[in-house]
């Protein structure tokens, strides 16, 4: 894979989540921070979060690399959301009423993942958290997309520390979580969750569905033992030509993939891998078009070379003439073939 310089590296950021507000291109990534532990374990405790910070390319630029990036600082910790005990894990941001949005989840203080909402005047914050996590919330990841009728949905859930596989019965079970998820050829891996939001964009105004993501030689869910095309975390939905790509990691395999469908609740078929595997565990993403041109955000540990303190970067996409994902090749130019 052609690699990448960092987008930001005077701190550590991960799970990058891009969105074009007021014409300028806002990053909102979570905030990998040092510990003093060599933990490094399924459940997550090496991520330990404590707070956001925002980023903005200078309005001049023609994409990720062609301009200076601005830290906005610090716009919501962990002190300030009464019901977050710790681990502010990746974030997601909207725009809609004339106000911004920024979801995010975290452990509460029963040490189970929620999430949360906070409001702010502009895409820079400050973010004012509610004093509760979003009502019937859980896992992790969450993602919204406004849509074109004025509708939004927040998509989110992850395996593992992300506790998904706690919540197959629709309630919480903490002893399901060391049977990590399904398994086996004969039955579908689980899949991530949308909700329809509220007008005000504060609680779901729909049921929790799940999302449902079809192997397109079948016409049938994705099966638990396909790890190389399973959803695990890293829920992404964005529009192109009328269609909705729902992208997401496939965790222990580390490839982003997605799949396309013609609702945004799915359901959505499977049409490939954007992103082979990068350096580190994890593999979180966004997508979006700025100045005319779509873009990869993503991240990888390239700087530290340790798992939990990651670095932002891009890579330019393009559709074919069916509508699937490439990848621009950031030396030639050109349309590789990963």
């Not at 222990?252 to 993939?257: E, I």
Request: hydrophobic share 30%; net charge negative; with cysteine.
């Amino acid at each position: 894979m052609s690699d990448q310089k960092p987008l930001i590296s005077h701190v550590f950021t991960a799970d990058p989540s891009a969105h074009v507000f007021e014409d300028k291109l806002y990053i909102y990534p979570s905030h990998d921070i040092e510990t003093d532990t060599d933990i490094d374990n399924d459940n997550g405790d090496q991520y330990a979060m404590q707070d956001y910070h925002v980023f903005s390319l200078d309005a001049s630029a023609s994409g990720p690399y062609d301009g200076k990036i601005t830290d906005h600082g610090v716009v919501l910790s962990k002190e300030q959301v009464p019901w977050v005990s710790k681990q502010l894990w990746a974030p997601d941001a909207a725009y809609k009423n004339g106000k911004y949005y920024l979801y995010f989840p975290a452990r509460d203080h029963d040490g189970v993942m929620r999430i949360g909402v906070a409001e702010g005047p502009s895409p820079a914050g400050p973010f004012k958290a509610d004093p509760e996590p979003i009502p019937g919330s859980y896992s992790i990841d969450p993602a919204c997309l406004v849509d074109d009728d004025g509708k939004s949905y927040l998509y989110f859930g992850g395996l593992w520390g992300g506790q998904l596989q706690c919540w197959t019965s629709g309630e919480y079970d903490a002893a399901a979580y060391t049977s990590m998820e399904p398994k086996g050829t004969d039955r579908p891996a689980l899949g991530p969750r949308v909700a329809l939001l509220s007008d005000d964009m504060h609680t779901f105004a729909s049921p929790i569905t799940e999302i449902q993501i079809l192997a397109p030689e079948t016409g049938k869910p994705i099966v638990a033992d396909d790890h190389d095309r399973r959803f695990f975390e890293a829920a992404w939905t964005h529009k192109y030509n009328g269609k909705y790509y729902f992208s997401y990691s496939t965790g222990d395999t580390h490839y982003l993939c997605y799949a396309i469908g013609d609702s945004p609740m799915g359901p959505f078929t499977y049409a490939g891998r954007i992103l082979e595997p990068v350096v580190g565990w994890t593999t979180h993403h966004s997508i979006a078009e700025y100045r005319g041109k779509w873009w990869l955000f993503y991240h990888d540990s390239s700087i530290s070379g340790k798992n939990h303190l990651r670095c932002v970067k891009a890579r330019e996409i393009v559709y074919d003439a069916e509508g699937k994902i490439q990848l621009k090749d950031p030396q030639t130019d050109k349309v590789v073939k990963e």
